[in-house]
């Protein structure tokens, strides 16, 4: 877990606090220490409460420093966790794309993101979504098709599709929340590059690990 410097001790150009919600044992503390450390670790202990993690990313020539708050999803904690949304700027939503159950929690795990008081952003608070645990994919429970048809009904900004263990998406699901929430600070923050599925007026984008199955809706 990394500290969190002043402003003065570390100088930044944007802070964004991004809650990681989803049902336990999805992953998510799991890909959050792959993005703020670059390290896997099989052994699992769930998260009690919150978990802070910080890492700071060049955008652009701008300094970012993105920082995650790893809620636990086990329903015990929900009273706690829920008191850190009002400080975010933006949710990003994990499941596990070997459990069904994980992704019928999706639509739960939305409503209370639209629920809660975000103090920081303006509605509709921006929502990505991720499938982890992908290097599993021949236990596969739910079609990427299924999950982009879910995005694009609740207006999500994203769908990637992440391992954890095999470090794919990892960073690339918090570049696309930090970028987002640059342009709805900036409004003029534009990126060119292949990879760079970003848009600035907030449309739905879709993105799979395979690169026949990168597309952008809206
Ligand atoms: N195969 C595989 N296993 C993973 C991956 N990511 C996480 N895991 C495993 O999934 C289990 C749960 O991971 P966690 O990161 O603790 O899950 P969590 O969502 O933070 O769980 P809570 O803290 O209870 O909310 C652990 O045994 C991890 O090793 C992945 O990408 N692939």
Redo the contacts with the bound molecule.
Sequence with gaps: MAGIGSPEDDPFDFLFKIILI?D????????VQRFQSGAF??K????IGVDFSVRSLNIDGKKVKVQVW?????ERFRTITQSYYRSAHGAII?YDLTRRQTFESVPHWIHEVESLPFLFSLPPVPCLLFC?????AENRQILFEEACTLAEKFGLLAVLE?????SRNIDEVFLLMAKELIARNTLHFHKDGPRNSFVLDSRPIVTANEPEKNCLCG
């Design positions: 989803g336990s044992n999805v992953g998510k503390t799991c890909v670790s099989d699992h202990q769930n998260t790893d809620t636990a999803g086990q994990a982890n645990k992908s290097d599993l992440t391992s954890a263990k095999e």
